[in-house]
């Protein structure tokens, strides 16, 4: 049957049969009206067929002219509308684009090069693109531009004949230059808080006329004035040391452009003073609001103090830099910080139920000093204390070899001595919900001798270091008392005993553990020592510390000797001035750890030396660094950038899957960058005295 005939019937079948049933009861009822209806079913089954047809000729009109008008629309908008189309074939080479495409790369003649030709676009651009469908916005010359990019695949048929995934790929280009524009306009004039602080007023201001003294805050704040008004910015001011600095993320690129020369220019400033003032300053623009953003900059000045002044701290993002901070730290001279950190923590003690101190891991002589120094405190409330112990530490080893026997005083005295330091397992069950934790000498969770006892105690912590605050501090404690003017942790802690109770008096033990703290961080008094220094050596002295038991302590046996020198033999100089070694080491221990502190401690006793630094290669990616310097450089700020830490004389930082010879190069081109800002910075006040 051709089903031509009956195309199209469904919509007046039923209408059909219903005349075809009625003419056929009528053919049975009168038999003599069968021609006659023949003839009108005849003339029915025509009239439906030729309306049938009228009605598919008039939609299949209608449909032409819908295509016909779609056709004209895609037409018009490839040639007209503002968006640039290109068709790349599955070679990856342009097949078909549009004028206007052509118009914004600003290319004639682009037929067949592939995309990276034509746009600014990275190597095997089009093997990318085919992968993802996605967008971007690029930039080519002067205009911004919207890519959205499809991949089509071809036929299966085509891409069974090689066993291939054939690809080509649409481009579209949407002119977004303005709203781009609009966000660069944004993001240029979005507002940065900065905090600035006159640190050192006190110590500046010690000793000069109230004349003289309001002299130099005025100048102070004339310079910062001139620093703001460069920025197109304003300042407003809160008292003599403080005052709060606004302006754009333009006026901040400038700044960071100029290294916050404002450090330099307020340090420059010499009326009767004796020594330089220095500022302090946190800058942030970051958060939903303007408290938010004050409270990050406020952030930022804590952690610029906390490092010890002199220094600018930005949060850009989720980052930190940091600006400055390269002069040697001045001990504070007054010591009401001192008294009010001790006051609170003997209330915190009395609060507690049960004590715990726990230094670094690998502890030295200093975390072990100035922990026994707490435990003393704890002791004098009659409050159960214990020093927490890594475990792996070579002086502590020592410690308890010529300290913690049976004839020492600290045992006979005091029965609490008797199991004073306990592993991380006896801490953990004696931990309870009144318990407090004392930090001493370092303040990063990474440096923790036990990270579960930290965890354990999560809010009733105190921080008791002289390092410089590093961006991961302990969060979550009730007091902070970090000062990178002091020597050691060891001389913060003598001087807060002090003020704790004035009865209060150490033992001999006692006295030696925190004087050999002071010893071994100072380099035997040679680096970062200050009055302050002095003054808490000759009370541990008074108090009975003995230096011969301290040579004792310092000393090593012939292989850790013998070792050491092989360290120093093997150093080069790269670079003037500074000497670098790499000790390889089959497994990581503590003597490993210390025999490379010891030989970089070395390397800058030799002529011409102002950098030592000692990498030791455990194998497998596993890196140490230790560095040390005379002074005149900060590797605390070297290894900083490492992702390490410490001090200006003294720093270090662990290392996890890195290249050796990579952080070797690493670390002689940050030295060399140093020694040159250095040697710039000594120009430059050469130039200002003469």
């Given at each position: ?265 307020v340090r420059e400033i010499k009326l009767e003073n004796k020594l330089a003032p220095t500022l302090s300053i946190g800058i942030s623009g970051e958060g939903e609001t303007l408290a938010d953003i004050s409270m990050n900059a406020s952030k930022a000045l804590d952690l610029a103090l906390g490092r010890g002044g002199d220094q ?379």
């Amino acid at each position: 049957m051709n089903k031509g005939i009956f195309a199209g019937w469904k919509d007046v079948t039923i209408y059909v049969t219903l005349i075809f049933l009625l003419l056929v009861l009528l053919c049975v009822e009168t038999p003599v009206l069968i021609p006659l209806a023949i003839v009108i079913a005849i003339a029915v089954f025509c009239f439906a067929r030729r309306t049938m047809r009228n009605k598919r000729l008039t939609m299949s009109g209608y449909l032409d002219d819908i295509i016909r008008n779609i056709e004209r629309a895609n037409h018009y908008a490839v040639r007209n509308l503002d968006v640039g189309i290109a068709v790349f074939a599955s070679d990856g080479k342009l097949q078909w684009k549009n004028a206007r495409f052509e118009e914004m790369v600003g290319l004639r003649h682009v037929d067949g090069k592939r995309p990276e030709e034509v746009l600014p676009l990275p190597d095997n651009a089009f093997e990318t693109m085919c992968v993802k469908d996605d967008e971007k916005v690029i930039a080519v010359k002067t205009r911004w531009y919207r890519m959205r990019y499809f991949s089509m695949q071809t036929k299966p048929e085509e891409r069974a004949r090689d066993n291939a995934v054939h690809s080509s790929l649409m481009v579209y280009l949407t002119d977004v230059t303005e709203l781009e524009e609009l966000k660069q306009q944004y993001h240029d004039d979005r507002l940065n808080i900065a905090f600035v602080r006159f640190d050192n007023y006190e110590d500046v201001a010690k000793g000069m006329s109230e004349a003289a003294r309001a002299n130099l805050t005025g100048e102070v704040s004339e310079r910062v004035s001139q620093w703001a008004v460069s920025l197109n910015g304003f300042v407003w001011r809160s008292g003599k040391e403080n005052c709060m600095v606004g302006f754009t993320n333009v006026g901040l690129q400038k700044a960071v452009e100029d290294k916050f020369s404002i450090l330099d220019r307020v340090r420059e400033i010499k009326l009767e003073n004796k020594l330089a003032p220095t500022l302090s300053i946190g800058i942030s623009g970051e958060g939903e609001t303007l408290a938010d953003i004050s409270m990050n900059a406020s952030k930022a000045l804590d952690l610029a103090l906390g490092r010890g002044g002199d220094q600018v701290v930005l949060q850009s993002g989720k980052e930190l830099q940091y600006f400055g901070g390269t002069s040697t730290v001045n001990a504070k001279s007054t010591r009401v910080r001192v008294r009010i950190v001790a006051h609170s923590i003997h209330e915190q003690m009395l609060a507690a139920d049960r004590i715990f101190v726990m230094g670094h891991e690998n502890e030295d002589f200093d975390a072990i000093g100035s922990a026994v120094g707490v435990a003393k405190m704890a002791l004098d409330l009659k409050k159960p204390v214990c020093i927490v112990s890594s475990g792996n530490s070579t002086a502590f080893d020592k410690v308890r070899e010529y300290m913690f026997h049976e004839k020492a005083n600290l045992k006979s005295e005091d029965p609490n001595y008797i199991d004073l330091m306990v592993t991380e397992e006896e801490a953990l069950k004696e931990i309870t919900p009144r318990s407090l934790l004392m930090l001493v000498d370092h303040h990063r969770a990474v440096l923790c001798a036990s990270r579960k006892v930290l965890d354990a105690i999560p809010r009733n912590r105190i921080i008791i270091d002289h390092h410089r605050r590093a961006e991961d501090v302990i969060e979550n404690t009730i007091l902070q008392y970090m000062e990178p003017s002091s020597s050691s942790t060891s001389e913060l802690v003598t001087e807060l005993v002090g003020y704790f109770d004035e009865k209060l008096e150490f033992d001999k033990e006692e006295a030696t553990l925190l004087y050999c703290g002071i010893v071994v961080d100072t380099k035997n008094f040679n680096v970062q020592t200050g009055e302050r220094t002095f003054e808490a050596a000759a009370l541990l002295r008074r108090s009975g510390a003995d230096p011969v038991l301290v040579r004792q302590l310092f000393k090593d046996d012939l292989v850790s000797f013998r070792e050491r020198y092989r360290v120093i033999a093997t150093a080069e100089m790269p670079i003037p001035h500074m000497a670098i070694a790499v000790n390889s080491v089959t497994e990581r221990t503590s003597e490993s750890n210390i025999i490379a502190a010891q030989a970089a401690d070395s390397l800058i006793n030799i002529t011409d030396i102002s950098v030592g630094v000692v990498i030791t290669d455990y194998g497998d990616g596993e890196v140490s660094v230790s560095a040390r310097s005379d002074g005149s450089i900060n590797v605390q700020i070297i290894m900083e950038e490492l992702g390490g830490g410490g001090h200006q004389t003294v720093a270090g930082v662990q290392l996890h899957n890195v290249d050796v010879d990579a952080v070797k190069q690493q670390i002689i081109e940050l030295t060399r960058q140093q020694m040159e800002e250095a040697k710039e910075k000594a120009k430059d006040e050469s130039n200002l005295t003469e």
